[in-house]
T-cell receptor, first 112, second 114 residues
Framework: RKEVEQDPGPFNVPEGATVAFNCTYS??????FFWYRQDCRKEPKLLMS???SGNEDGRFTAQLNRASQYISLLIRDSKLSDSATYLC?????????????FGAGTRLFVKA | DAGVTQSPTHLIKTRGQQVTLRCSPI?????VSWYQQVLGQGPQFIFQ???????GRGNFPDRFSARQFPNYSSELNVNALLLGDSALYLC?????????????FGDGTRLSIL
């Protein structure tokens, strides 16, 4: 089982749609969680941190469920510019020390 | 303010050679991490350094090594290069050693092995 798993997609949605991504992680000792976006042939860029209480940044809402070991990202009113790969990231201590584990990413295409 | 800077941007090597990649963190950041990314996959964690000490290591062979200097810049070394080492190598920095610190990435070094 992978340490962090995401649905690879692709998700093809029209402009204005709401889309949700989920990500599961296996290390129950994981301590911090993030969503990044990555455009083609570019570096990952931080989208938002994820907290158990949930957090919102404009059209983006992230949620952490520690009991079920998954995190989610909701994008409302999708824009063409939201087309990218979305990566979930899990930090924590395990054998080998502190590790940052990325999911394989979920591709999103927003169409006009 | 300068972001994370990596050099070189592109590199071509042959099998068996050795390579050194360099990274300068955002000013004030004390932690540097290295990742390998191949097409279609997320970045794979190689190392994290904080205050010049190795804090974590991913599942990479001993051919991969790194170090962090007193000015918090870092080098990643890969010996005995294999074709499978062809990838984008990303460096990321974060403010401190706290687990909740987000990481900020450089543009990466694209390494091709012939």
């Amino acid at each position: 089982r992978k340490e962090v798993e995401q649905d690879p997609g692709p998700f093809n949605v029209p402009e204005g749609a709401t889309v949700a991504f989920n990500c599961t992680y296996s290390n129950s000792a994981s301590q911090s969680f993030f969503w990044y976006r990555q455009d083609c042939r570019k570096e990952p860029k931080l989208l938002m941190s994820v907290y158990s209480s949930g957090n919102e940044d404009g059209r983006f809402t992230a949620q952490l469920n520690r009991a079920s070991q998954y995190i989610s990202l909701l994008i409302r009113d999708s824009k063409l510019s939201d087309s990218a790969t979305y990566l979930c990231v899990v930090n924590g201590w395990s054998t080998g020390g502190f590790k940052t584990i990325f999911g394989a990413g979920t591709r999103l295409f927003v169409k006009a | 303010d300068a972001g994370v800077t990596q050099s070189p941007t592109h590199l071509i090597k042959t099998r068996g050679q050795q390579v050194t990649l360099r990274c300068s963190p955002i000013s004030g950041h004390k932690s540097v991490s290295w990742y390998q990314q191949v097409l279609g996959q997320g970045p794979q964690f190689i190392f994290q350094y904080y205050e010049k000490e190795e804090r974590g290591r991913g599942n990479f062979p001993d051919r991969f090594s790194a170090r962090q200097f007193p000015n918090y810049s870092s080098e990643l070394n890969v010996n005995a290069l294999l074709l499978g080492d062809s990838a984008l190598y990303l460096c990321a920095s974060s403010l401190g050693g706290g687990n909740n610190q987000p990481q900020h990435f450089g543009d990466g070094t694209r390494l091709s092995i012939l």
